[in-house]
């Protein structure tokens, strides 16, 4: 599985975009880009995925480079209820591997 | 709407006990993974099962062993438990297929956890 590397920590004030950012520089083409959160010790949530293309839902958007050697998850809007560790996996498969994420902090 | 339900959610074991740890999928799913998080730590993944059959295998140590049943609620069974045991363990249901045959990628819904403590 390719890895990826995300900064440890993130803040962003409430209501505005969150951009989270990830390297993925080994990525293999049959390689999807997940995103999860963890909200304190709750179970991941998974918010998104795509393979090349944008994708967009009700909770974000993941852009992808079109090397896709990286890629962002934006919370349009971010809210208190938003701060978590977010999570960018890299993987073939159902089964998720996680790594070092990102801890984003939204402040009031 | 229905969640992943594992039992029970808090469990204290001496060392050298056993533990056996319950998950009760969304109905309909038929796929369950089982992660453990470490206290300030990743989840790691253990183990996962489609259709009662193994699907796939990450850091489960040989003294945990699982399975899913005929109702595909699953089991997680750890022997000889270690202090370092001592985790969060996590349990995930999807609607399966195989996603390296090319169906699509079903999103994981976790449970909210058990915590193992061990003394």
């Known amino acids: 599985d390719a890895k990826t590397t995300q900064p440890p920590s993130m803040d962003c004030a409430e209501g505005r975009a969150a951009n989270l950012p990830c390297n993925h520089s080994?990525?293999?083409?049959?390689?999807?880009v997940y995103w999860y959160r963890q909200i304190h010790s709750q179970g991941p949530q998974y918010i998104i995925h795509g393979l090349k293309n944008n994708e967009t839902n009700e909770m974000a958007s993941l852009i992808i480079t079109e090397d896709r050697k990286s890629s962002t998850l934006i919370l349009p809007h971010a809210t208190l209820r938003d701060t978590a560790v977010y999570y960018c996996i890299v993987r073939v498969g159902n089964d998720m591997r996680f790594g070092a994420g990102t801890r984003l902090t939204v402040k009031p | 709407a229905a969640g992943v339900i594992q039992s029970p959610r808090h469990l204290i074991k001496e060392k050298r006990e056993t533990a056996t740890l319950k998950c009760y999928p969304i109905p309909r799913h038929d796929t369950v993974y089982w992660y453990q998080q470490g206290p300030g730590q990743d989840p790691q993944f253990l183990i996962s099962f489609y259709e009662k059959m193994q699907s796939d295998k990450g850091s489960i140590p040989d003294r945990f062993s699982a399975q899913q049943f005929s109702d595909y609620h699953s089991e997680l069974n750890m022997s000889s438990l270690e202090l370092g045991d001592s985790a969060l363990y996590f349990c995930?249901?999807?609607?399966?297929?195989?996603?390296?045959?090319?169906?699509?990628?079903?999103?994981?819904?976790f449970g909210p956890g058990t915590r193992l403590t061990v003394l």
């Open positions: 995930a249901s999807s609607l399966g297929g195989s996603f390296l045959a090319g169906s699509s990628y079903n999103e994981q819904f």
């Open positions: 080994t990525i293999s083409g049959n390689e999807y």
